[in-house]
């Protein structure tokens, strides 16, 4: 029902936003890989109501994309040819912004190339190169048209996941992969700067206003557990202790595949406060984990937090959206 009412296999029509959203909220029960391809473009504001603006829309972004590749990557060269693999330590790429571009070659290059074969986007090591380039071209650019945010580690762990998505569903419905790299790249610029996201990478240095932010973690378990809301109280546990990368980096370091993507589409069909319950999919985990914390210290819990395993994210998702509503309802009976 989710492939009709998105009119995925139509031409025309008008998409009913409420219809979609009740559809995906039930679950995406689908291996069909267009499904979250064109539903993460819809819920992040990328394609129109309208289904037949749907093929030019991608088509402009695709050609928007590539006029920016040509100013900010000279055409002296191909970044995708480019072979830095000789070279011991990375900082003269021949770009303009150097300095971001080390830190994003260094960051990119770091990630195992397990984390790309595994998740299906390289067949092989071989492969792996010509996509982490691409990631990191992705990256780049956004650093430069997003100079507000620039580029801050661990902004390569979550475009991974919407480059998997997109490379999997262009691969079933031929387009190539420049217009994957092209459409990642609106995927992620969205989900930075239009979820409130971004913002805890700019509030990186000031801790007081990040450590508000979570404080909201506090809230929730308060409104929804009064026992655990006391043990970290008189713990003195800080949610930033623990949960500032479950939260910045979406649980991309927890779940990878459908369990992450199951907890991705929670999120992204929140219309607003999409961060804010990022932070009720945090207290869920802690409602869940209760009893390996109960009885046991400060430094005990914290390992244990920092170093959680992946849970059944089925339940986790039930368990959010009751904190998310106990939360609301606490909130506006004060």
Known sequence: ???????????????????????????????????????????????????????????????????????????????LEKDFSSEKTVKDFGLKNDSIMTQIYGDVIRMPNKAFIDCGIAKNEEEVSMYAKRIQRILYLFSNLNSAYSYTQGFNEIVLPLYEIVLKANRVLGGDDDLSESITFFLFQNLVTGTGLGDLFTMEQDFESVNGRFKVINKMIYFYDKDLYTLFNNLEIDPLQFAFPWVTLLFTQIYTGESLFHIWDKFLLKKVNVLEYAMAMASAHLIEVKSCLIGHNFNEILEFLQNIPPLDVTTIAVLAEDVWTQYCNGIKSK
């Open 1 to 79: 029902m989710l492939a009709k009412s998105l009119l995925i296999d139509e031409s025309s029509g008008i998409i009913n936003d409420g219809v979609v959203r009740d559809f995906a909220a039930q679950g995406i029960r689908t291996t069909d890989p267009r499904i979250r391809y064109y539903l993460w473009q819809f819920l992040l504001h990328l394609l129109p109501n309208d289904r037949s603006k749907w093929e030019s829309t991608i088509k402009t972004r695709f050609e928007q994309y590539f006029k920016w590749v040509k100013i900010y990557f000279p055409d002296t060269f191909d970044w």
